[in-house]
């Protein structure tokens, strides 16, 4: 079974710009999670969706943002980036009910 | 006080020695506990799940969890150098939420 796909690997993007990135969980994953990681705040939960509704939010400003789509593949969005917002974004997928969570292998931004 | 906590290390063990991670989690209510290893550079990958009190053994690796001192830890024996990577201990508070908390991580280093 293939795993978490991520989409694109890097980015290197500008103060004020705006940036997608792309998720495919697990086939049969229904629920998809975003993390945020930095060397100084770790593993922080931006959101989860499932069946094309969110579900979960963490303390993030409206500037991030996603959705799900109908084939559970999710897109998560920044708008006028900022420095701080360089960071590996991690998605991650589970099955209905569980709360074990498959990573992909991130999306590295960096906000020049 | 960080809803969950580990010690970041670095925590250095010889070859063919038992380490042990240790964690503690805020949220009395907390109900899904997992231990994520992460090499540098890499995605976290899911080595272990733990939900009741007690061991949970698999391969080298065993995860202990006790609710009333809100304290989960992982073993691993017979250390291999491949081992060497950050551990992440991660929370669920609520079953199904697909929100985790995540500690810091305790980064272990395996000396031949």
């Known amino acids: 079974k293939a795993g978490v796909t991520q989409t694109p690997r890097y980015l290197i993007k500008t103060r004020g710009q705006q940036v997608t990135l792309s998720c495919s969980p697990i086939?049969?994953?229904?629920?998809v999670s975003w993390y945020q990681q930095t060397p100084g705040q770790g593993l922080q939960f931006l959101f989860e969706?499932?069946?094309?509704?969110?579900?979960n939010k963490g303390n993030f400003p409206g500037r991030f943002s996603g959705r799900q789509f109908s084939n559970s593949r999710s897109e998560m969005n920044v708008s006028t980036l900022e420095l701080g917002d360089s960071a590996l974004y991690l998605c991650?997928?589970?099955?209905?009910?569980?709360?074990?969570?498959?990573f992909g292998p991130g999306t590295r931004l960096t906000v020049t | 006080q960080k809803e969950v906590e580990q010690n970041s290390g670095p925590l250095s063990v010889p070859e063919g020695a038992i380490a042990s991670l240790n964690c503690t989690y805020s949220?009395?209510?907390?109900?899904?506990f997992f231990w994520y290893r992460q090499y540098s550079g890499k995605s976290p990958e899911l080595i272990m799940s733990?939900?009741?009190?007690g061991d949970k053994e698999d391969g080298r690796f065993t995860a202990q969890l006790n609710k009333a001192s809100q304290y989960v830890s992982l073993l691993i024996r017979d250390s291999q150098p491949s081992d060497s990577a950050t551990y992440l201990c991660?929370?669920?508070?609520?079953?199904?939420?697909?929100?985790?908390?995540f500690g810091q991580g305790t980064r272990l280093t395996i000396n031949p």
């Open positions: 969706y499932f069946s094309e509704t969110q579900r």
């Open positions: 086939s049969g994953h229904r629920s």
């Open positions: 733990i939900y009741s009190n």
């Open positions: 991650a997928s589970s099955f209905e009910g569980s709360d074990e969570q498959y």
């Open positions: 991660a929370v669920s508070v609520i079953q199904g939420a697909q929100k985790l908390v």
């Open positions: 949220d009395r209510g907390s109900q899904s």
